[in-house]
C-alpha cells in the first residue's frame, strides 16, 4: 500500500486502485476510488462549494504474524472535525466519530496475520469487475454490520418499513419508488452513495453492501453529528436546500384524471370560488395535447388557453400543465428530435423506450440540447400563456420494460447514470424559470439526491387506493424527508379507485385528506373508478379520446364527507403561518415538514420504534388513522405537555394514551413545553 499525503486529502494507491479520502464538508469525509488511472472529477449530487480542512497521518502499526512473531504495518489516517477515517495495509476503511468506530469496511481474506478480518473466504472489501466490451466495472463495496443500528431515508419504496435495517432496495427509478440514496443512521452517521448508477444496497443482519451495476468509480460521503436534525443540515448544506417555497401554493391543489376541456377546468375553478374555498392551483392532466411529444393544446377542446389562464389568475388560482418526456412517432417533434440526436437510444430491437398510447421514444435529457428543445417548446406552448407550473409526470423515466441495460444516453449506457434521470428533466424546466425571476414548484414523479434544489414537488406516484397503500406512503414521506427532499405529496385516497361510491373508499378518502392537510403539499388527485364517462370523440389520438375518471373534487363525495373535507381544509388555511414557516427552515436547514418521532426526540429510545405517527413540524404530533373503521388510537406522548386538538384535554408525557376518532377527527396533539 502506497500513502500519499496531499492537502486535505490521503491518496492510497495498491494493486491498480486508487483511493482518494479527503475532507467534504463540516465533519465530513468523501470516499472516491477507480481502477482507472485517475480520479474523475464529477460533482454527482455533491454540488455546493465546502469549505473545510483535513488532517492527514501516515505511519506504522504493529500486528502479530502468523508464528507468533510482531511486525509493522503502513496505516494512515485523514480527520475532518469529529471525523476521522483510518485505512490499513490492505485499503481497508474504518470510520470513527469522535474515536468511536461508527462504520468499517468488511474484509475476510487471509494475510499472514491473527486478526479477526484474517480469513481464508477471500471476500474483499472493495470489488472490482470488468463488464466484457465495455469500459465499465461492476462494482461491490461492503461494510460491518452494526447490531442494534437502524437506517433510514434512502427515499421513497412502496413498502412498509421505516426502519430500512434488513431490507434489500434496488438502487433504481420506477413508478412510486424514488431512489434518493442518502441513509441516517441511529449511531449518528448519515452516509450518501454519491453514484447514480442502476444498482442494489443490501442492509444486512450481517453486511451491508452496496453495488453499482456498471461504473468508472466508487464515490460516497459520510458525516457524524448527534442528532438527525444535525446530520440533515450537514447532508443538505454539501447537496443543497429547497428553495422558498411559493406561498400562495401553500393551500389546496386540484386535480384529476383528467379535465378534458378547458371549460371543464373553469367550471371547477367557479364552483370552488363559489363555495367559498380558495383554490391555489388546478392541474390540468395528460392527453390535454395532441399527441406525446407534441407538448400543446388540443384547440379542439382548449381553443383559448390563455383567456382559460386569465380567467383563472383573476381567481386566483395558479395553473399547471401535465408534460410527459415521451415522444409518439407521429408527434411533429419526433423526427427532429430523433435526427438530432435528443432521444434515448436502445442498445438492441426496436427504438421503443415506451408504448402507453402511443409507439414513442423518451428524450435524453443527458443531452443539454435535448433540455433546451423541451423547454423552448413548453414555453412556447404553455409558459408564455401564462402557465404557472408543469407537471414533469413518467420523470424516472417510465420505460415499456425496466430493461436498464438495454437503453442508452448521451451520458453513457443507462445502468451508469440511469438514476439521474429525474433530476435533469427536472431543471430543463426550473433553471429557465428561475432565470426569469419567477418562483418554482414543479411537481414530479420521481427524485434523485440534490433534487430538493430545483424546485421539486415530489408525489409518491401511480399508487393503489388502500389503507395499505396508505401506510407506505407515510413511511415513504418520513424517508423521503430524512434523505433530503422535504417538498411532498401523495394522491389523496390514492391513484386507482375502481367505485367513487364505495363507502370504504370514502372512508379513507376522509383519512386520507386529513393526513394530507398535515403534510406539505394538499392535492386531490386519482383516476376515479367506474370508467363510465364516454369519451369525447372517436379519434385514436388528441384530446378527446382518453378515457375520463369520476369527479374529485371536495364536493364530489357527499354532503357529509363534503363537510369533513372542508373542515379540513380550513385547518389547512388557518395553518398558513406555521407552514409558511415549516417551508423557510426547509430551506434554512434542510429540516422535512413532516417528521420522524425521533427526528424530534432522537434521546428517547421508544421514538426511534415508533412508525404510525410522525410529527408535523415541532408543535404539531400526528396519528394518522391507517386501518379501515378504526375510530380510537393509541398514541405515544414522549417528554412534555401535550393538548389534545379536539377537545384541548392536556396530558402529561413519557405515556402512551388512547383517544377517540371519529370519522371527523384525526388525533392531533400540540406540543405545549
Not at 470513527?96 to 481464508?120: P, Q, V
Not at 441511529?186 to 444498482?199: D, H, I, Q
Not at 417548446?377 to 402557465?387: E, F, P, Q, S, T
Not at 375502481?498 to 403539499?521: E, G, K, M, T
Request: net charge negative; with cysteine.
Amino acid at each position: 500500500m502506497q500513502f500519499i499525503a496531499e492537502q486535505n486529502a490521503l491518496i492510497c494507491r495498491r494493486q491498480g486502485e486508487t483511493l482518494r479520502i479527503e475532507a467534504w464538508g463540516k465533519d465530513a469525509l468523501r470516499v472516491r476510488a477507480t481502477m482507472e488511472p485517475a480520479i474523475r472529477d464529477k460533482n454527482g449530487a455533491l454540488t455546493e462549494p465546502v469549505e473545510s480542512e483535513a488532517e492527514v497521518q501516515i505511519g506504522t502499526e504493529p500486528h502479530r504474524v502468523g508464528d507468533g512473531s510482531w511486525d509493522t504495518r503502513p496505516i494512515a489516517s485523514v480527520r475532518c472535525g469529529r471525523i476521522r477515517a483510518v485505512v490499513n495495509f490492505a485499503g481497508v476503511i474504518s470510520f470513527y466519530k469522535d474515536d468511536a468506530l461508527i462504520l468499517r469496511e468488511y474484509y475476510r481474506f487471509y494475510d499472514g496475520t491473527l486478526s479477526r478480518e484474517s480469513r481464508c473466504l477471500k471476500v474483499v472489501n472493495r470489488t472490482w469487475k470488468g463488464i466484457i466490451g465495455a469500459s465499465e466495472y461492476s462494482l461491490s463495496v461492503k461494510f460491518e454490520s452494526s447490531p442494534g443500528e437502524k437506517l433510514y431515508g434512502m427515499g421513497q419504496y412502496q413498502q412498509p418499513c421505516l426502519d430500512l435495517k434488513g431490507c434489500i432496495l434496488e438502487l433504481a427509478q420506477r413508478n412510486s419508488q424514488a431512489s434518493v440514496p442518502f441513509a441516517l443512521s441511529s449511531l449518528g452517521y448519515g452516509f450518501l452513495w454519491n453514484n447514480p448508477a442502476v444498482g442494489q444496497v443490501t442492509f444486512g443482519k450481517n453486511y451491508t453492501e452496496w453495488i453499482a451495476r456498471a461504473t468508472r468509480q466508487m464515490d460516497y460521503w459520510i458525516t457524524v453529528a448527534d442528532t438527525p436534525k444535525a446530520l440533515l443540515e450537514n447532508y443538505t448544506a454539501v447537496t443543497g436546500r429547497a428553495p422558498a417555497f411559493p406561498e400562495d401554493r401553500m393551500g389546496l391543489w386540484q386535480c384529476k384524471l383528467r379535465y378534458r376541456t378547458q371549460d371543464e377546468v373553469l367550471d371547477v375553478a367557479r364552483r370552488y370560488r363559489a363555495e367559498g374555498i380558495a383554490l391555489d392551483l388546478i392541474v390540468i392532466d395528460f392527453f390535454h395535447w395532441t399527441v406525446q411529444g407534441d407538448w400543446k393544446f388540443d384547440k379542439t377542446y382548449w381553443p383559448d388557453p390563455k383567456a382559460m389562464v386569465e380567467e383563472l389568475h383573476r381567481m386566483g388560482t395558479k395553473v399547471i400543465v401535465s408534460v410527459w418526456p415521451s415522444v409518439d412517432r407521429r408527434s411533429e417533434n419526433f423526427r427532429p428530435m430523433m435526427e438530432r440526436g435528443l432521444l434515448i437510444r436502445t442498445e438492441r430491437g426496436a427504438a421503443q423506450t415506451y408504448d402507453y398510447q402511443g409507439d414513442c421514444v423518451t428524450i435524453d435529457v443527458f443531452n443539454p440540447e435535448a433540455r433546451q428543445y423541451i423547454w423552448d417548446v413548453c414555453k412556447r406552448n404553455y409558459y408564455d400563456l401564462g402557465i404557472d407550473a408543469f407537471w414533469l409526470d413518467n420523470s424516472e423515466p417510465d420505460y415499456g420494460v425496466y430493461d436498464y441495460d438495454n437503453y442508452r444516453y448521451a451520458e453513457g449506457p443507462a445502468l451508469s447514470c440511469s438514476n439521474l434521470y429525474p433530476q435533469l428533466y427536472s431543471r430543463a424546466f426550473d433553471e429557465p424559470m428561475r432565470a426569469e425571476g419567477k418562483p418554482v414548484a414543479n411537481l414530479l414523479r420521481c427524485a434523485w439526491a440534490g433534487s430538493q434544489k430545483y424546485g421539486n414537488v415530489v408525489w409518491s406516484g401511480d399508487i393503489p387506493s388502500t389503507f395499505e397503500a396508505l401506510r407506505d406512503q407515510l413511511q415513504g414521506g418520513l424517508n423521503m424527508g430524512l434523505a433530503g427532499i422535504p417538498w411532498w405529496t401523495t394522491d389523496i385516497g390514492g391513484f386507482m379507485t375502481d367505485d367513487v361510491n364505495d363507502p370504504d373508499f370514502q372512508q379513507l378518502l376522509v383519512r386520507w385528506f386529513q393526513f394530507a392537510v398535515f403534510s406539505p403539499v394538499l392535492r386531490m388527485h386519482g383516476d376515479r373508478g367506474p370508467y363510465t364517462i364516454a369519451p369525447l370523440d372517436d379519434r385514436d389520438w388528441g384530446g378527446g379520446y382518453m378515457h375520463c375518471g369520476q369527479p374529485n373534487e371536495l364536493w364530489s363525495y357527499g354532503g357529509e364527507n363534503f363537510r369533513i373535507l372542508r373542515k379540513y381544509y380550513e385547518l389547512r388555511i388557518a395553518m398558513r403561518d406555521y407552514i409558511r414557516a415549516l417551508f423557510d427552515e426547509a430551506s434554512e436547514n434542510g429540516s422535512p415538514l413532516i417528521r420522524t418521532m425521533f427526528y424530534e426526540f432522537p434521546d428517547d429510545p421508544k421514538c426511534w420504534e415508533i412508525e404510525d405517527q410522525y410529527f408535523f413540524g415541532k408543535d404539531f404530533l400526528v396519528a394518522p388513522i391507517l386501518t379501515l373503521d378504526q375510530f380510537e388510537r393509541a398514541v405515544y406522548l414522549p417528554a412534555g405537555r401535550w393538548e389534545l386538538t379536539s377537545t384541548g384535554e392536556r396530558y402529561e408525557g413519557g405515556q402512551t394514551v388512547t383517544v377517540a376518532a371519529p370519522l371527523d377527527y384525526m388525533p392531533v396533539f400540540r406540543t405545549l413545553s
